[in-house]
């Protein structure tokens, strides 16, 4: 994928990213989405749970847009990417870190137990492959 100034800047500084999937008929999903991800050039992972629509999107369709703001107002960065899903034991050994994340007010006093499997929890896994720069 191609290094433009400021990608890694502006994509470590978004607590919150919007993420597009595109359903069977090309109409575009949009939703914000959590990123706990450190670069924009690596495989990314984003949280979920298996009965959304953008799973149900990406079973289909698995390209997606991740976009982001730039630098100054109006500028955005657009990541496309193909999507998947982690298997079910990555889940199981991330989801105390996700659920953390999903619930800061828990972390100082939560209890975790490991030995409960979340069947409807998902990791979808981003490969992104081009990045472009957007002005509005």
């Known amino acids: 994928m191609e290094h433009l100034e400021g990608l890694e800047e502006c994509f470590a500084n978004a607590k919150t990213i919007i993420f597009t999937t595109f359903g069977i008929d090309g109409e575009k999903h949009e939703r914000p989405m959590v990123n706990t991800n450190n670069s924009p ?6 949280n979920t ?3 959304t629509r953008k799973v149900e999107d990406i079973k289909y369709i698995s390209d997606v847009l991740i976009k982001f703001p730039g630098r100054i107002d109006g ?3 657009e990541i496309s990417g193909r999507a998947d899903f982690e ?6 050994e991330k ?3 996700w659920y953390s994340e999903m619930h800061p007010w828990a972390k100082a006093f939560f209890w975790f137990p490991r030995f409960i499997h979340h069947s409807n929890w998902a990791i979808i896994k981003v490969v992104p492959l081009s990045v472009k720069k957007l002005v509005l």
């Not at 050039?41 to 984003?46: A, I, T």
């Not at 298997?87 to 199981?92: L, R």
């Open 87 to 92: 298997p079910d034991a990555f889940v199981q």
């Open 75 to 77: 500028e955005y960065f």
């Open 95 to 97: 989801w105390e870190f």
């Open 49 to 51: 749970y298996k009965n």
């Open 41 to 46: 050039y690596e495989v990314m992972n984003f």
